[in-house]
């Protein structure tokens, strides 16, 4: 069954994502990277090339020819699986696909809006039966 991980109170969003895919690459995961739309997903991109100084996170877009030999993805069409390891939802809503993941990880902003609609997302997993995790990343750097 899918685990769910829910980090929440994110000050900055991309650093989250920065650290939850490159722990998950470390560890030999593939990460998908589910974005809100195309302009989204143009700034994670460029996000993940300048973060952190002086790193790099091996990535490119799920369309691209080399998808299914690099370890993070970034795609907003959630039919477009490029592999069903690990799931970063940065989305308002719950992906139909999420039970094909071994792992997901929401990422929730400190935004009222934000949270109102991850706790949407939570209570639909946890009325499913879902293991659930909740990280509570308020006043971390």
Known sequence: MTRIDF?????????TVF????KAVRAGHRVWILARDAAHVSELDARLWAEPPGGFLPHCGVDHPLAARTPVVIGHDPEALPHEDVLINLRDDTPACF????????????EAAAVGAARGRFRFYRDRGYPLQHHDLKGRA
């Open 99 to 110: 039970s094909r993941f071994s792992r997901v990880l929401e990422v929730v902003a400190d």
């Open 19 to 22: 650290a939850l895919a490159s």
């Open 7 to 15: 980090y929440a109170g994110s000050q900055d969003a991309g650093r």
